[in-house]
């Protein structure tokens, strides 16, 4: 199972479990070393609980490229406004 780091709030870490619509939070100083917002980790579910085993470098990896080429084509699309000034 995949979890995201998707913001922090504090000394809290919110995780997205995009497989099941779940969201749990951790402490900042729970999280592996090299956690930053936009990783991926892989998580196991343990006793009804959330527990991060490690980073996903891979999925972590292939998404930032996936977002920088979707923001690379939205650039190039770009044509400015149609209106005068």
């Given at each position: 199972?995949?979890?995201?780091?998707?913001?922090?709030e504090g000394n809290m870490a919110v995780i997205l479990v995009e497989e099941v619509k779940e969201e749990f939070t951790v402490n900042k100083e729970m999280l592996p070393d090299?956690?930053?917002?936009n990783t991926y980790f892989e998580i196991e579910?343990?006793?009804g609980n959330y527990h991060i085993v490690q980073i996903d470098t891979t999925k972590t990896t292939q998404e930032k490229q996936t977002t920088s080429d979707?923001?690379?084509?939205?650039r190039a699309k770009k044509?400015?406004?149609?209106?005068k000034k």
């Open positions: 199972m995949h979890g995201f780091l998707d913001r922090f090299g956690s930053d917002v579910k343990k006793h979707l923001m690379a084509k939205l044509t400015g406004s149609k209106f």
